[in-house]
T-cell receptor, first 114, second 113 residues
Framework: DGGITQSPKYLFRKEGQNVTLSCEQNLNHDAMYWYRQDPGQGLRLIYY???????QKGDIAEGYSVSREKKESFPLTVTSAQKNPTAFYLCASRFSGMGGDTQYFGPGTRLTVL | AQSVTQLDSQVPVFEEAPVELRCNYS??????LFWYVQYPNQGLQLLLKYLSGSTLVKGINGFEAEFNKSQTSFHLRKPSVHISDTAEYFC???????????FGKGTRLHILP
């Protein structure tokens, strides 16, 4: 089945630790995105990548880092510099060619800092 | 920059009653408009989208939305809701030349028995 997978579904982290969230897609999409969701705030863009080996900061990139070494994968690292990392994290992808107007979402990872 | 306003954070409605979830966006330049639905602890699923053409767009699960350029609105409607429609609904807008989508803050739909 084609789609976007995120792992793990739930993640617990101690303060001061870095943690990496996985996002993989087999849709052959060029663009990938990371969002953070907090209650009542909608989705806020962290980072996005339109092509392999290139990515851009979104609206709330501080305390996060990404890599895009393969078209299929766009992992997000939440660093210890992120002051309030507890949130629901969503990955999305989009086809960049003609008709590539829609973002498709993974199931999300809920990160809790203990 | 684009922005999206969802006027109601929560909407309670009785089962089998009609519902309208309101959405306004900031710019009247050429845009793509989207409605997504999110069930608890899941990702977002596309309900419908407006790209061009007919201003009335039909989506999945019996939902439809109407694009109104003069009022910069894209309200979501369903003539008769079911308990399974309980979810959070997000309106989103994208400029046609932009790779990014701007999301509203969401409207939580509560279906009352």
């Amino acid at each position: 089945d084609g789609g976007i997978t995120q792992s793990p579904k739930y993640l617990f982290r101690k303060e001061g630790q870095n943690v990496t969230l996985s996002c993989e897609q087999n849709l052959n999409h060029d663009a990938m995105y990371w969002y953070r969701q907090d209650p009542g705030q909608g989705l806020r863009l962290i980072y996005y990548s339109q092509i392999v080996n290139d990515f851009q900061k979104g609206d709330i990139a501080e305390g996060y880092s990404v890599s895009r070494e393969k078209k299929e994968s766009f992992p997000l690292t939440v660093t210890s510099a992120q002051k309030n990392p507890t949130a629901f994290y969503l990955c999305a992808s989009r086809f960049s060619g003609m008709g590539g107007d829609t973002q498709y979402f993974g199931p999300g990872t809920r990160l809790t800092v203990l | 920059a684009q922005s999206v306003t969802q006027l109601d954070s929560q909407v309670p409605v009785f089962e089998e009653a009609p519902v309208e979830l309101r959405c306004n966006y900031s710019s009247s330049v050429s845009v793509y408009l989207f409605w997504y639905v999110q069930y608890p602890n899941q990702g977002l699923q596309l309900l419908l989208k407006y790209l061009s053409g007919s201003t009335l767009v039909k989506g999945i699960n019996g939902f439809e939305a109407e694009f109104n350029k003069s009022q910069t609105s894209f309200h979501l409607r369903k003539p008769s809701v079911h308990i399974s429609d309980t979810a959070e609904y997000f309106c989103a807008v994208s400029d046609r030349d932009d790779d990014k989508i701007i999301f509203g803050k969401g409207t939580r739909l509560h279906i009352l028995p």
